[in-house]
């Protein structure tokens, strides 16, 4: 106890806002969220629960645009994220017969080790899932070891993990390939084309081009075994590759 009384027991519960509460109460309770409470006159209040995650929705700001997804967000620090990830995912499936990746409300994707995810909901706001010992060393601005190809794949990864920014992702690939696509290792190169096939699948773009550069690579066993080492989280990545 400090001098002035204050015991160290508190509990913090983010306040979002809330621009439907329809979408919103559908998104979360298909997620296993359950409604603690719920009004929406004289003015929109929603508590919602889930395992030990609490979070509460109050009215938008003027001029809220969800699209923008600026509104609001909440860390969730776990002991491992993999298990919170696996069961959002197989409700999506249960509730919508697929995984929500694109659009709002969506999750992204999770690379096997990865120490983050992220929910995005309908009002935008980023629900983002950490690993309590995430490695204090991480490169959250890309390694600056790496050159070449290879540092555009550690920045792309950092786009999407990190800054839940997939457009910002695609182009960087695009931009990486064109320059140094031609001097990478084969490997590192069907990496690239492969993030850019859901990159593209994830934001509507076109991905004939990427899956047509792929279809001409030809690689090794080991290069075969070190990209679905590394993507065997895509679930169409056999279909991908020559």
């Known amino acids: ?46 508590a919602l629960e889930w395992s030990g995650v609490h979070l509460h929705f109050g009215p938008p700001p003027k001029g809220l645009d969800p699209a923008r997804e600026e509104s609001g967000g909440c860390l969730v620090m776990v002991d491992a994220v993999a298990p919170y990830h696996a ?27 990865a120490s983050r995810f992220t929910l995005i909901d309908p009002s935008g706001n980023s629900i983002i899932f950490i690993q ?38 695609f182009r960087a690939l695009k931009s990486g390939v064109r320059r140094h696509g031609a001097d990478a290792p084969v490997a590192e190169l069907a990496i690239a084309l492969c993030h850019l096939i859901d990159l593209a699948t994830v934001l509507g773009e076109p991905r004939d081009p990427w899956a047509t550069d792929l279809r001409g690579l030809e690689l090794s066993p080991s290069d075969r075994q070190r990209i679905e080492s590394e993507l065997g989280h895509l679930a169409g990545l056999q279909e991908w590759l020559p």
């Open 87 to 113: 069961a959002f995912v197989a409700a999506m499936r249960r509730v919508h017969g697929k995984v929500l990746s694109s659009g709002l409300p969506r999750i992204t994707r999770y690379r096997p080790g």
């Open 132 to 169: 309590r010992d995430e490695p204090v060393e991480l490169e959250y601005g890309g390694s600056k070891k790496l050159a070449g190809l290879a540092k555009v794949l550690d920045n792309a990864r950092i786009l999407r993990e990190f800054k839940n920014d997939d457009l910002q992702a």
């Open 1 to 46: 106890m400090s001098e002035l009384g204050v015991r160290p027991n508190e509990t913090m519960v983010p306040l979002m806002p809330c621009a439907s509460v329809e979408e919103t109460l559908a998104f979360y309770e298909a997620l296993g969220f359950v409604a603690t409470y719920k009004q929406s006159k004289p003015y929109v209040y929603l």
